[in-house]
C-alpha cells in the first residue's frame, strides 16, 4: 500500500489542468451499453474507479479499452446481465449498469450495494424509479432480480427521498427511459452537472430528453439508440479541491479546463471568507493575501454547496480565525475526517450533522489515515498547510478519485510524494 508524505508551509503557485469528472464517465460508460455499437468517449480519467467500470462492463460481455484518456466500449448485440458482489461492493456507482441491462436485456441481476464510510447508502430511488416503468423487482441474496415481461413503459415518476433528489437513480431512470415506449417525466430530478451530462450523451447516441439540469426531465422512449462518441465534462469536485488547496497556503493558483459556473456554490462561500478570485472562460484563478473569514456552510443538492467538497471546506475552516459551522444535509454522518484533522491540532467538534470548526493558528503533521475518497483530499489539503510532515495512509482511496494529485501538487510548488508503505 502508498502512503502520500507532505511537508507543509509552501504557497501554491502556478497553473494546473482539471481532469475528465468521474462522477460523469463511470454513469456515461453504464450507457453505453443501451446500444450495441461502439461509443468512444474522451476526456476519461485514469482512475481507480474507471478501471473497476471497465471490469465491470466487461464482466457483463462488452468489449471495453482505456487508453490514454479515452474510453472505446462495444457492448455487442448479447450481454450477461449479471453485476457481481465482488466488483458492486468495490464501487457503488456499479449500480448503474441496473437500468442499461434491463431496458436493453429485460432482465437484470445487480449485487446490491450496501452502505459505506460515508453512511447509509440505500437503493430504494432507483428500484422505485424503474418499478414504476414496469419492472419486477425482486431482492434475493443480497441481489436485485429486476425483469420487464415485454418491454418498460414510460411513466410519471417522483424521484424524491429523505435527503432530496437523487444523482445516480435520475441517472438510472432516465437512461432505462429512453427505450421505453412511450412518455416518461422525472419530478424531482437530480439537477447535478453530471446528470445534464449524462443526458447530453444519451442524446447524442439518439435519445428524446427535455429539461436535463431541472427538477422535471421528460424523456420520449425511442426504440434503438446508436453509439456515439462524447468528451467527458470537466471534473468539478477535483477542481474545487484545488481551489481550497490554493486558498489554504495563501497561494495564487490558475485552475485551467474547468467549468466556472458548475463553482458558484464555492465561489460565493470563498468570496466570504476573503479569497479573491478572478473567472475567465474555462479558468479560475485564486489567490489570497489577508486573513480569512470565517463562513458557515450547509451542504446541499446541486446548485447549493456539494457535500464532496465539505471535507476540504473544512480542512481550510479549521485554520481560519473564528468559529465556522458546517452543515451536512446530503450524507448526515459523513465525518470521519474530523477525528483525523483534530490529530493534526484542529478544534472541531461534532453537534448532529454539524461541525462546530474553531480556527487554529496552526495545524501541525501527523501520521492520520484516509477514511475515504473527499475525506482523504481533506487531509492532504491540511498536510499543505500544517507544519512538519504529514503521512496520509490509505491511498487507495485518493486514487479512486484523483489523477496523479500528488504530481499536480509538486507541480504547484508543494512538497509531496507518494511512498510504499
Ligand atoms: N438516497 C436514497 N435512496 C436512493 C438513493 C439515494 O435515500 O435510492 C439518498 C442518499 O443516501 C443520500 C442522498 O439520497 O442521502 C443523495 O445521494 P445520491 O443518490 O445523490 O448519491 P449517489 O448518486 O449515489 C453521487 C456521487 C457521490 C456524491 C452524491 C451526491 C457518483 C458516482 N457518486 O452519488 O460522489 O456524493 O452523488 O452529490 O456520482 C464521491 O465522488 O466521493 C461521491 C461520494
Redesign the pocket.
Known sequence: MDKIVITGGRKLKGEVRISGS??SA??IMAATLLSEDESVLENVPDLRDIQTMLRLLRSLGARAQFEKGTVTIKPGRNLNPIAPYKLVSTM??SVCVLGPLLARMGHAEVSIPGGCV?????????LKGLQALGAKMEIQHGYVHARVKRKLKGSEIFLG?????????TGNVMMAACLAQGRTSIENA?C?P?VVDLANFLKKMGAKITGEGSPRIEIEGVKKLHGAKFPVIPDR?EAGTFIFAAAVTGGDVAIKNLEPSHQNAVMDKLAQAGVRLERGKNTLRVRRKGRLKPVDVTTL?YPGF???LQAQMMALMSVTPGISVITEK??PDRFMHVSELNRMGSRIMLEGPSAIVHGVKQLSGAPVMAS???ASAALVIAGLVAEGTTEVHRVYHLDR?YEKIEEKFSALGASIHREKE
Not at 460515508?118 to 432507483?126: A, E, K, N, W
Not at 427521498?161 to 437513480?169: E, M, N, Q, T, Y
Open positions: 468521474k462522477n463511470l454513469p457503488r456507482a460515508i453512511g447509509l447508502r440505500p437503493i430504494d430511488l432507483h427521498g429523505a435527503f432530496g433528489s437523487s444523482v445516480l437513480a437530480a447535478e453530471e469536485i443538492p456539494p457535500t464532496d446530503i450524507y475515504d475518497l473527499r478519485g
